[in-house]
């Protein structure tokens, strides 16, 4: 057979006129030479096939050449760097894609991976309990096993690692049969001991307790379809035991999460905002309410990064807004200590604070208003979520920097785009070319009133850019509430409160949350007597616990 590169080949148009040559039967002298090269494709082609190891993007190459590269996009920016080059780049937290340009000097990003199609590494499994397996008959230094090798083993330095994924019903039971003894003449009674590590006086493990609250507050899972799926499984569980064993959880957590509220009065920034919440109990009182108080309930959503670079998740359910909700917390603020700074959306009920704060507005929820009015004024929204997406573009670039090497990126390639922009949207009501009361006008005049806190990140060191660290905590509470709707008593609102707060305390400071809240059981005293040993980020880890880790 031919090799790759002398497979014949044939234009589309030669073929179509030979077609017609032959219905007409007036073939040409080359048409021979076209034929045969034809026939010896078709060859070449049941070749390839019988032998079923050729790929079909192979035999695109090998009949159509290599594919082509999309031709270069072109510059749609104004006020860029001079000789930058667009690629593109993750823009913000809706993931859609934004037109960038490469600041210069900088270099050119690498394109993405290929994904893995959810294939994760062994590395991926950290909380994988790691058993250490020998050879039977083999030892490093001892002699191979092939009959015709003197060769000697010696032990390589990375093993082979394989995983190996069990189930069982979330609680599983175990009923101890203990035989009893009864003595003919005393009549006393002689009971078989419980195995180690069983207590006599108590139902529930830990781990029972932690995996029940795991799937309640970090899953979203009702108490009653895990009260369901239970009882199918033979393990009964009601719903009113869950709750109980949820609140043992969050009794032993009490003094770790008032600790926290502590360290995030200190905090450097405060990321909050609000979602609704349902208490059926404070539905109640609102019968009894006159029409002035306030009735809607809310869950604040407060993430606050502290001057070690941790994060402190806060989940607080109430009538309180999160405004209120955060001057309460900063009442314990050191005083020697700067104004922190608040990052929220512009929202009135977030900037009414007793406490003075450096105030951020989120440009993520400006660029909102455009993505809405886009398909009825595409011009105009799109010059505006272009220059947002350069400025996204410029802020992933600044990832590893400290606060003042990402202000002054910032001051040099941000600041120029949003002047530009800004100097653009007052052109266009100067010039009266949008009408003020329009959708497009008030979501000009949205980014015109709010311009100076829309923009402190290229005015302020470590001011953030968007808020969306809290959208993304208050999304999990989000999907929470979908699935258990409300509830039903202020004190069930503080209980899910405390493991919230504890449980994304954990998702961000890479904390495994089983571990942690299980470690919180075991030793509560311990952790009551001492919080501050046991925050997400520097708990004590049990002996077993350590080893597992260092050796992973």
């Given at each position: ?10 234009d589309s148009e030669q073929i179509e006129r030979l077609i017609e040559r032959v219905k007409q039967g007036k073939l040409e002298q080359n048409d021979a030479q076209l034929i045969e090269k034809l026939l010896r494709t078709f060859l070449t082609l049941t070749s390839l096939l019988q032998r079923k190891n050729t790929t079909i993007k192979r035999l695109k190459q090998m009949f159509l050449g290599p594919e082509k590269q999309g031709k270069d996009k072109s510059d749609i920016s104004a006020g860029t760097p001079a000789g930058s ?120 493990d830990a781990t029972a307790d932690v995996a029940i609250a795991l799937s309640k507050y970090g899953c979203g899972l009702p108490f009653y379809r895990q009260a369901r799926m239970q009882e199918s499984c033979g393990v009964p569980l009601p719903e009113s035991v869950q709750y109980e064993r949820c609140e043992e959880v969050a009794k032993a957590a009490l003094p770790v999460y008032l600790h926290l509220g502590k360290l995030a009065a200190n905090g450097k920034v405060f990321h909050i905002d609000d979602t609704r919440v349902r ?274």
């Amino acid at each position: 057979m031919k090799s790759d590169e002398e497979i014949p080949t044939a234009d589309s148009e030669q073929i179509e006129r030979l077609i017609e040559r032959v219905k007409q039967g007036k073939l040409e002298q080359n048409d021979a030479q076209l034929i045969e090269k034809l026939l010896r494709t078709f060859l070449t082609l049941t070749s390839l096939l019988q032998r079923k190891n050729t790929t079909i993007k192979r035999l695109k190459q090998m009949f159509l050449g290599p594919e082509k590269q999309g031709k270069d996009k072109s510059d749609i920016s104004a006020g860029t760097p001079a000789g930058s080059q667009e690629e593109n780049t993750e823009g913000d937290s809706s993931n859609e894609k934004a037109s960038s340009l490469r600041p210069e000097g900088e270099p050119v990003s690498g394109k993405s991976s290929k994904p893995g199609h959810g294939r994760k590494p062994a590395s991926a499994y950290t909380g994988a309990r790691i058993v250490r397996l020998l050879h039977p008959n083999l030892s490093a230094g001892g002699r191979c096993p092939d009959p015709t090798c003197e060769g000697r083993l010696h032990k390589l330095e990375k093993p082979k690692t394989k995983i190996y994924l069990t189930g069982q019903p979330l609680i599983s039971a175990t009923k101890f049969e203990r035989p009893i003894l009864r003595c003919s003449d005393c009549f006393e009674r002689y009971v078989a001991g419980l195995p180690e590590g069983v207590k006599e006086d108590e139902k529930f493990d830990a781990t029972a307790d932690v995996a029940i609250a795991l799937s309640k507050y970090g899953c979203g899972l009702p108490f009653y379809r895990q009260a369901r799926m239970q009882e199918s499984c033979g393990v009964p569980l009601p719903e009113s035991v869950q709750y109980e064993r949820c609140e043992e959880v969050a009794k032993a957590a009490l003094p770790v999460y008032l600790h926290l509220g502590k360290l995030a009065a200190n905090g450097k920034v405060f990321h909050i905002d609000d979602t609704r919440v349902r208490i059926l109990s404070c539905f109640q009182e609102d019968k009894h309410r006159s029409e002035k108080e306030r009735r809607a309930t809310h869950t604040s959503g407060i993430v606050v990064l502290d001057d070690e670079g941790y994060k402190i998740a806060l989940y607080l359910s109430g009538r309180q807004h999160a405004g209120e909700n955060l001057d309460e917390i900063l009442k314990t603020r050191n005083s020697l200590l700067p104004p922190p700074i608040k990052m929220s959306d512009a929202a009135s009920v977030n900037g009414k604070m007793e406490i003075g704060t450096i105030e951020c507005n989120c440009l993520t929820h400006g660029r909102g208003k455009f993505i809405e009015i886009e398909e009825i004024f595409p011009a105009e929204s799109r010059k505006v979520l272009d220059a947002i997406g350069r400025v996204y573009d410029f802020e992933a670039k600044t990832k590893g920097m400290s606060d003042e090497d990402r202000l002054a990126y910032h001051q040099k390639y941000s600041r120029p785009v949003m002047s530009q922009l800004q100097a653009w949207i007052e052109e266009q009501f100067r010039e009266r070319q949008v009408e003020p009361n329009s959708a497009l006008g008030k979501a000009f005049q949205y980014l015109l009133n709010h311009y100076e806190k829309l923009t402190r990140f290229i005015t302020i060191p470590g001011a953030p850019i968007d808020n969306n660290q809290a959208e993304r905590v208050l999304k999990r509470f989000v999907l929470f509430r979908k699935n258990s709707l409300f509830y039903k008593t202020e004190n069930g609102a503080a209980v899910g409160g405390v493991l919230l707060s504890l449980i994304e305390s954990c998702r961000l400071n890479q904390t495994n949350p089983w571990e942690y809240l299980l470690t919180l059981m075991q030793n509560r005293e311990e952790a009551r007597r001492d919080p501050a040993t046991y925050l997400p980020w520097n708990y004590r880890r049990s002996e077993e616990e350590e080893l597992e880790s260092r050796a992973a």
